[in-house]
């Protein structure tokens, strides 16, 4: 049953973690690709977990037929914790707020829209102290129900299928490792994203950015012309940054700079930067102002150390899919057949399937029916989990 695979999930702690390097970068994300890997072996379906966290799945079906792919990712976000999540199961939702366990939080349809189109069905929430982990365990769960609805139908009469479960995607260390004979679909899809009459093809350029500050820590009482504060310095290179390029003042296609942490001493402050746009162009300006902004702040604060390191992450995978529309095309055409009309909608985000897609598998994004990711607002409508089964499993017929 769904809801009960989806609840075993959520209740595994699996969140990864930037600063580890290990792979996977938590070893708490084996306690789920190991059972993934046994459901897989009771299945009968050919599979190995790899040496780098990754569970690699194969069901044979018509060779005339293109071999699909379908992924998703174990671990969860570093926002909010995943562990002891304790999901609240809502039943005939009637279009009232939903009170998060005794957190004092509220899950209204007054600030999240999409309850409002979940009248009489089944809502799955936090109890307000985590986040739920539906992404992307909600992904995970629609893949192994698709899998043992596939294993029903004659061989002949479905796609070969690829199947693939990959650590650390919320850290974009998803696709490291990825072994291209193991996943030799012509293309696949990523079941990770929330509405599910959406399909994603266009996600960020994506970069990294970490700022360290080195000042001189001196007696205050004698500081002058000799102290240089280092998180006054940072506070300078943040404040220089543009102002309406950040998250809370963008949408759609617009990029941002995000800046996820900072810490500081007057000795010494540091700051990480997440970079991201559509465009190539306008992602190397963004780029470009980091780099000016530390030779500004080099020139107005004589004998500070700044160092700036920023790194390549992810890159859209429009840039292959626009070549490679089989993937998109087929799934519109059988979503449609039954009464789903795809709507294109790019990622504010990343996705494993952008770099699948550079490493010569088109991989776009579908959804899982999950909604307000990584953090305790989040929650997962199971009719649509549900519906997205029976979309998936129609895209792997004959």
Do not use: W
């Amino acid at each position: 049953m769904l809801l009960d695979r989806f609840i075993k999930y959520v209740s595994i702690d699996t969140q990864s973690d930037e600063d580890s390097k290990t792979t996977p970068s938590t070893l708490k994300q084996y306690d789920l690709l190991k059972l993934l890997k046994n459901e897989l072996d009771e299945l009968g379906v050919q599979n190995e977990l790899d040496e780098c966290g990754r569970v690699y799945g194969f069901i044979p079906g018509n060779p005339s037929l293109d071999p699909i792919g379908l992924c998703s990712h174990v671990d969860t976000a570093l926002e909010c914790s995943g562990k002891d999540v304790k999901p609240q199961v809502i039943k005939n939702y009637d279009l009232s707020d939903i009170k998060l366990g005794k957190s004092g939080l509220i899950l209204s349809p007054k600030e999240y829209k999409h309850l409002n189109e979940c009248k009489g069905k089944t809502i799955i929430t936090t109890d307000g102290t985590t986040l739920l982990g539906a992404d992307d365990k909600a992904g995970l769960a629609i893949i192994m129900e698709v899998v043992e609805s596939l294993l029903k139908l004659d061989p002949s009469k479905r796609h070969p299928l690829y199947v693939l479960f990959t650590p650390d995607e919320e850290i974009g260390r998803g696709p490291e490792h990825f072994n291209t004979k193991k996943f030799a679909c012509k293309y696949a899809y990523t079941i990770d994203g929330a509405n599910i009459d959406y399909i994603s093809y266009e996600n960020f350029n994506a970069k990294a950015a970490n700022i360290v500050v080195k000042g001189k820590s001196i007696h205050p009482g004698s500081a002058k012309g000799i102290m240089i504060n280092a998180s006054l310095v940072l506070a300078d290179f943040i404040n220089k940054l543009p102002k309406d390029e950040i998250p809370a003042k963008t949408e759609g296609k617009e990029g941002f700079n995000h800046l996820c942490y900072m810490e500081g001493s007057v000795e010494k402050a540091s700051a990480n930067y997440i970079i991201r746009n559509h465009s190539k162009e306008i992602i190397e300006r963004q780029v470009q102002d980091f780099y000016n902004i530390k030779s500004e702040l080099e020139k107005a604060y004589p004998g500070v150390e700044i160092s700036l390191e920023i790194k390549d992450q992810y890159h859209n995978m429009y840039e292959i899919i626009k070549d490679h529309p089989e993937s998109v095309n087929h799934a519109k055409e059988v979503f449609k057949k039954l009464g789903v009309d795809l709507k294109d909608a790019p990622i504010r985000g990343g996705t494993d399937g952008a770099t699948f897609s550079f490493k010569g598998v088109p991989t776009p994004n579908l959804g899982t029916g999950s909604y307000n990711h990584h953090g305790r607002y989040e929650f997962a409508v199971l009719e649509e989990m549900e519906k997205m089964v029976e979309l998936v499993t129609e895209l792997l017929k004959a």
